[in-house]
């Protein structure tokens, strides 16, 4: 242990690991490090040969438009998704050639579920939900910003400060091997003395507030920053089930960062809240880490539910059925989840009632989601169906995401969760929700929105390609688990010699290629579309022919997004007022729009609180003092900042909106019977002269 640096020695990287003991395993780690590496280099050479630093940092890192703060969550997502997935291929491909000896170490295999796990629920579909949200409903409401954009931009830096601690994790030290819950005793001092629970618990504690800052960031944006007329029952179901999604936010992470404050200070302290001696109780941690880790859960798949309201509604051309019953119904989830934690842990040994107490607790939640998935058919039912590639994505979902609900409620009898809790069935169970309800809906999300922030829109054709990809991948991938686990396989299992599990793994390995070839896919729609941005550019703004407000401006959305605050009137509002001749009308006064500055503040604070966890799993103190006194400076100096607005002239505002509004009403209307070709040919789609 020395001064300067702490616990770290030169002999902590997979390379030196490599040269002690060369075999796959090492050599795999190595791998992956080095590509960590490559990857920083790389960017960091393409950064400098396009003269990209500077527009990087003026126009992304240091903005507080909500819109770009939206696609930097989505960024940092795809890049964790690509570690994310290429992980669980690894973990398939070792299992699928366990029965001739694998070859990846048990603590290789470890880390691999744990840095998975943590990664696609916190780094992959957390920041893909909170991106989405981002993006969408400030415009959805008719709002110019989120209600607090610093604050917006400070979750934001939390959120990739955790994301770097998992990335760096596998360059210096190695990762946690307790999964993505962490649970002591196996994670305390006692069992784990090394630095993996270190890195799991700081990238947790640092996210986890981001998190929670964003929650009420998006609770007051949709209390406070509504246009006038948007009363809560003309608000579109997206911005409802963010709305719940971010009040589930605020009462759900207060509990992961207490459980997780309190195993850090068992950890760096010796306090003993969850030792098995000293009067500690790890049945504390279980508790505490599933009041949050159930919630969460739901905090992922209801904005999904948004999406599949918007999609539903949208592309088939009819105002949502039962819009009531699917706000309730998301209230009702958004509640009843927060009582139903201890399904996680049915085989703990309390007592067979308050096991049925939970158990039927958990499966009241099939019926205000039944509720939901009923009310989506409805609206598809007799409607002018456009099959777009969100609509392909909704219709994956239907099929796959129902089985998975259901096997849910298969588990939530806890006679029957004696049986196959913790085995593949589990597995099986989780990612048959988690792939097609969240990620499903967060690809439909991106392929939907994105023509509202880059003014062009994502390939049709490769987009369908990907779908399809996903939902074969997924199928092969996942099904077979469950046959696995009600054969009696066990979840993390690095290696086993039962022969008869050899022909499913093997299929769930083909599927993990097929998930792979999706992932790439998804890269190369990017690619293909961004090259190709004339052919696919949507200036006019609505080229989904949309009902609701985002719709109603051009693409990209104007920085301020609003000329004139919207006056809204009812549901789909925008959609009637195409119908009636309302939308599009000259606006006769312009304004002065007062918008919030760039800083570099949530930078400031992202790289702070990176020394600060970085210093303290590897006990190199002056590092993390520097990074926990940088953190309260910083804010003391934001605080006495003056020049925190910006004024964008009435002249400016008039040039951009007369521009477009001209182009609208240059553009031929499409006439209904028009509408069935491919409904995004780059120009407003209205009925009738808005003029
Ligand atoms: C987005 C994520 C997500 C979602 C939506 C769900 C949804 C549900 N989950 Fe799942 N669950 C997870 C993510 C999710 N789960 C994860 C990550 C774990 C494991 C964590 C770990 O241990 O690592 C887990 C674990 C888990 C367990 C613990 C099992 C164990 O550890 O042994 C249980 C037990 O009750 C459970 C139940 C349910 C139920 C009843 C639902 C219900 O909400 C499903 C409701 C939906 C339907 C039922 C389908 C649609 C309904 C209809 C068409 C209406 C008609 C149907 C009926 C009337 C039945 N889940
Ligand atoms: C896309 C392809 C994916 C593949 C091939 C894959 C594969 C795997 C594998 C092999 C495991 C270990 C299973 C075991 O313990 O036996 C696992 C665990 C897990 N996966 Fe995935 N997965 C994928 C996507 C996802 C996504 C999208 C999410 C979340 C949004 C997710 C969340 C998890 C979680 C939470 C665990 C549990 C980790 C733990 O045991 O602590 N996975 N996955
Ligand atoms: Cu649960």
Redesign the pocket.
């Known amino acids: 242990m020395n001064l300067l640096f702490g616990r770290l020695g030169w002999t902590d990287t997979p390379f030196a690991e490599l040269i002690a003991h060369p075999s796959v395993n090492t050599a795999v780690a190595s791998g992956a490090a080095g590509l960590v590496i490559l990857g920083a280099l790389v960017t960091t050479v393409l950064l400098t040969r396009y003269r990209l630093w500077v527009p990087l940092f003026r126009d992304w890192l240091t903005s507080v438009d909500h819109k770009k703060i939206g696609v930097m969550y989505i960024v940092l997502a795809l890049v964790m998704m690509s570690r994310g997935v290429a992980e669980g291929a690894v973990m398939r491909a070792q299992q699928g050639t366990a029965l001739a000896g694998g070859f990846l170490s048990a603590d290789h295999f470890a880390q691999l579920f744990s840095t998975h ?1 943590t990664i696609m ?1 916190f780094f992959v ?1 957390v920041p893909m939900i909170v991106g989405l949200i981002n993006i969408a409903v400030p415009l959805q409401i008719g709002a110019r910003d989120m209600a607090f954009p610093v604050m917006n931009q400070v979750s934001l830096g939390l959120t990739a400060s955790g994301a770097a601690l998992m990335m760096i994790s596998l360059v210096i030290g190695q990762f946690a091997t307790g ?3 962490n649970y002591p005793p196996y994670t305390g001092l006692a069992f784990n003395p090394g630095v993996g629970p270190d890195y799991w618990l700081w990238a947790i504690l640092i996210s986890g507030v981001g998190s929670m800052l964003s929650g009420i960031n998006f609770a007051v944006t949709i209390y406070k920053k509504r246009a006038p007329g948007m009363h809560y029952m003309r608000m579109t179901l997206f911005t409802w089930t963010s709305l719940c999604t971010a009040i589930m936010l605020i009462y759900a992470m207060p509990p992961l960062t207490v459980s997780s404050a309190m195993l850090a200070l068992d950890r760096l302290l010796g306090f003993h809240f969850f030792t098995n001696d000293l009067g500690g109780n790890m049945m504390n941690y279980a508790n505490i880490f599933w009041m949050f ?2 919630p ?3 905090v ?2 209801l904005p ?1 539910y948004g999406v599949w309201s918007e999609v539903a509604s949208t592309f088939s051309g009819k105002t949502l059925y039962g819009y009531t019953s699917l706000v309730l119904a998301t209230m009702a ?1 958004a509640v009843i ?1 927060f009582t ?1 934690w201890l ?5 703990m040994g309390q007592s067979s009632s308050v096991n049925i107490a ?2 039927i607790a ?2 009241v ?3 205000p ?6 009310d989506w058919m409805a609206t598809l039912w007799r409607g002018r169906i456009r099959l777009t590639v969100p609509m392909i994505y909704l219709l994956g979902f239907f099929m796959l ?13 806890p006679s029957i ?1 004696y049986q ?4 593949t ?3 099986a ?3 048959n ?2 792939i097609p ?2 990620l499903y809906g967060v690809l439909a999300g991106i392929h939907y929105w994105f023509p509202k922030v880059f003014g062009f829109r994502l390939d049709e054709r490769l987009g369908r390609v990907t779908a399809g990809l996903w939902v074969v991948g997924f199928s092969l991938t996942f099904f077979p688990l469950y046959v696995l686990g009600l054969m009696g396989m066990p ?1 993390r299992l690095p290696d086993f010699d039962d022969s008869a599990y050899g022909p499913w793994v093997t299929v769930a390995g083909i599927g993990a290629l097929v998930v792979l070839a999706a992932l790439a896919m998804i890269f190369f729609t990017f690619w293909y579309s961004i090259r190709h941005r004339d052919r696919f550019a949507v200036p006019l703004g609505d080229p989904w022919d949309g009902r609701t407000l985002e719709w109603s401006v051009a693409a990209p959305a104007p920085e301020w997004n609003f000329a004139r605050l919207p006056q809204v009137r009812q549901v789909d509002d925008f959609w009637r007022a195409k119908q009636d001749g309302r939308a599009y009308a000259p606006i006769e006064e312009y304004e002065d729009i007062v918008m919030p500055r760039s800083t570099a503040f949530g930078l400031v604070i992202a790289v702070a609180s990176f020394c600060m966890g970085f210093g303290i799993i590897w006990h190199i103190w002056w590092f993390a003092a520097l990074g926990f006194v940088a953190i309260p400076a910083a804010m003391i100096f934001r605080v006495f900042r003056t020049d925190t607005e910006r004024t964008i002239p009435a002249a400016e505002v008039r040039e951009k909106t007369e521009a477009w509004l001209a182009a609208v009403h240059a553009a031929t209307p499409v006439t209904r019977d028009e509408e069935d070709t491919p409904a995004n040919r780059g120009r407003a789609v209205f009925e009738g002269n808005p003029a």
């Open positions: 796990g629920i579909a999964g993505w819950t880790g159930h969460e859960v739901y992922l798949v999904a989830i989840s139903v399904h996680h842990f049915f085989t939970f158990g958990t499966m939640i099939a019926v989601t039944g509720v939901k998935v009923y995401f129902v089985i998975g609900g259901m096997t849910g409620m298969i588990l939530a009898n969760d196959v809790h913790n085995s069935f589990l597995v169970h989780f990612h929700v988690l309800g969240v979840r």
